[in-house]
């Protein structure tokens, strides 16, 4: 991960700049630079994954036009020889110092041809005005507010806005692209415009052949990398593909509660089965509780299910950052949100299964997306998601909804079906039903922190204290702390966070769940197990 400050200012304080910039050090331990121009401040940190020489370090600048972006361009190689061809010339390997040269071809249009995970903004000294941009799901962050003299401000993360800012600071819209004060939508990766109604083999070939294509692109890495391992069927699934992908043994990762751990064994078996170098992190009640406070600070979020998924997560990343010279993690997150989520067994319809997941893919980079930046990024990791591969994600949206629903008695089976004749991780892993990660972690991870929370507050206080908020009330004990810890932090910006995500409780055999957690439900079953 790298971070990014961009005050649109020209009046812009300096030293109050360098010192929101400072506070995100850990998401660019490398290196630090500020440069200005007639219009304000740009700011960088960097961790150097591709072009590791500093020759690749930014803001990178054309002439008197200048740019920042925290991202990985994939497949930029061909594109960076056309615009060689055309006479542009480059200082380094880095991936995104194509982009000075490509907006001068193609202006606001360059955005929708990008295949990348990028949050980018760049001084335009032409017309003296500034361009900013985000990848189509979110997965790279980006937020804006207005300081005292109503100039934007720009920054990978809240917090380097909050001495800047004045009202607001809100998450800077997926797909879109902010130019002359407006706020353009170039891409909705959950829009279909097209509906495809392929038989089963297609959609299989389809499904696996872009899953496949979407991890060999993201290991294009100059700097080590490494992969996260729950034992579930998505981060299995990365893993068994990246294993097929390249000669050496993978570096492997999983964590667990030091007592009832269900995913550790799991893990375990697909390490063994693809040869990967495996390593274990253990972790007891103490780490849970005293990561509380700094996986807050470090989320922006007040979310219960996000917080509880990011204790461990977060764990696990700082354990590596500690003991390991890997650089970047590929994950497994965004595939409930295509093939659906246990809850979204209850979905009365195909029609309201296919809103339900236009929901979420529009929302993800408030919730899961978040939380694997935040853990990753703040132990100076970059996370890399292929099910967020935009090939996939747009044909995966497109698929049949009837098809999606769950016939099959096994949840998710267009993705298990389609790995199937692969063999690339066990047979029983393959047909595993889903555990929530917190709970995989171990069921006592989410009790620890629910009874930490009750002995809090007294009944009278909970009441009390929660009626302050009009926006996300809480509604339990645990809620109503992790609220309290991110105020402390984010005073009056809860708006950063659309609401607690949950299931549907519009939907018959939803309408009385009160915890985010899957374990409630009715239909979990063996997932925990």
Avoid at 262 to 273: C, F
Avoid at 391 to 416: C, H, Q, T, W
Wanted: proline share 5%; glycine share 6%; charged share 30%.
């Amino acid at each position: 991960m790298c971070s990014i400050l961009v005050w649109t200012n020209p009046k812009a304080d300096p030293a109050k700049f360098q010192e929101a910039l400072a506070v995100t050090t850990s998401r660019g331990p490398d290196d630090s630079r500020v440069l200005s121009n007639a219009a304000g401040l740009m700011g960088f940190n960097r961790l150097a994954i591709m072009g590791l020489t500093a020759s690749g370090m930014q803001p990178f600048t054309l002439d008197q036009d200048m740019l920042v972006c925290n991202g990985e361009i994939y497949g930029f190689r061909p594109m960076k020889e056309k615009l060689e061809g055309e006479g542009y010339r480059f200082a380094s390997d880095s991936d995104c110092e194509i982009l000075l040269p490509l907006y001068r071809e193609l202006g606001c249009d360059m955005f929708r041809e990008l295949d990348a995970e990028f949050a980018l903004v760049l001084y335009d000294a032409s017309s003296g005005s500034y361009v900013a941009a985000r990848d189509p799901i979110g997965i790279r962050p980006l937020y804006y507010g207005y300081d005292a003299d109503g100039c934007i401000v720009f920054a990978s993360e809240p917090k380097e806005l909050v001495s800047i800012c004045q009202g607001e600071i809100l998450p800077f819209p997926p797909g879109s692209y902010y130019k002359d004060g407006a706020f353009v939508t170039y891409y909705d990766p959950a829009e279909v415009r097209r509906v495809s109604y392929d038989d089963m083999d297609t959609i299989s070939r389809n499904i696996h052949d872009r899953l496949v294509s979407g991890v060999k692109k993201r290991m294009d890495a100059d700097a080590p990398v490494g992969f996260l391992l729950s034992g579930g069927l998505d981060s299995s699934l990365v893993c068994g593909i990246s294993s097929k992908l390249t000669k050496k043994p993978l570096e492997t990762f999983a964590i667990g509660m030091d007592i009832d751990a269900i995913d550790l064994k799991y893990a375990r078996e697909v390490a063994e089965y693809i040869g990967s170098n495996h390593h274990e992190v253990i972790i007891s009640r103490d780490d849970v509780i005293n990561a509380l406070e700094p996986v807050i600070k470090a989320l922006g979020t007040y979310d219960i299910t996000t917080i509880r998924a990011s204790i461990g997560m977060y764990l696990c990343c700082k354990w590596i950052h500690e003991n390991t010279d890997v650089r970047v993690l590929l994950t497994g997150e965004i595939s409930d949100e295509l093939f659906g989520y246990k809850y979204t067994d209850f979905a009365p319809n195909a029609a309201e299964f296919q809103k339900e997941a236009e929901k979420r893919i529009r929302e993800l980079h408030m919730y899961d997306v978040l939380r694997a930046d935040r853990c990753i990024s703040v132990n100076s990791l970059e996370a890399r998601v292929p099910f967020g591969d935009l090939a996939f994600v747009r044909y995966v949206m497109s698929i049949d909804p009837e098809k999606k629903l769950n016939r099959y008695n096994k949840g998710k089976y267009l993705l298990r079906h389609a790995f199937e004749e692969d063999h690339l991780i066990p047979e029983d892993i393959l047909m595993r039903e889903k555990a929530a990660f917190s709970d995989a972690v171990g069921h006592s991870l989410k009790d620890d922190l629910a009874d930490y929370a009750e002995g809090f507050y007294t009944d009278e206080e909970y009441e009390e204290k929660r009626m302050k908020y009009d926006h996300a009330r809480p509604f339990t004990k645990e809620s109503l702390l992790y609220r309290e810890i991110f105020e402390k932090y984010y005073p009056g910006q809860s708006a950063m966070v659309k609401d607690f995500w949950m299931p549907n409780k519009t939907w018959d055999g939803l309408k009385d769940v009160n915890d985010p957690s899957a374990r409630v439900l009715s239909n979990y079953g063996d997932s925990g197990k």
